[in-house]
């Protein structure tokens, strides 16, 4: 099956897939571009997650470091 495109008015880089009605872009930098711009994202993401992660980890240990002084300083009941 041949898949037939029809250029999409005031735009030069879009067509239409008249098989699905979708809505292609075929600028290739524009393409690039936003799988860079989606990396980017996905990095600042994880780097996000990895800062959040360490802080609840500091938070248990500071939280460990206090009931242990607890305990030096009152003694175990």
Known sequence: MNTK??????YTSLVRDNSTNAILNTNMSDYQNYKNL????????????????DMNALK??????????????YGSK
Not at 60 to 73: A, M
């Open 38 to 53: 989606k990396s980017v994202k996905e990095s600042e993401g994880q780097k996000l997650q990895r800062l959040e992660d």
């Open 5 to 10: 495109f029809s250029k999409v008015e005031g």
């Open 60 to 73: 248990d240990d500071i939280d460990e470091i206090k009931n242990l002084l607890r305990v030096l300083t």
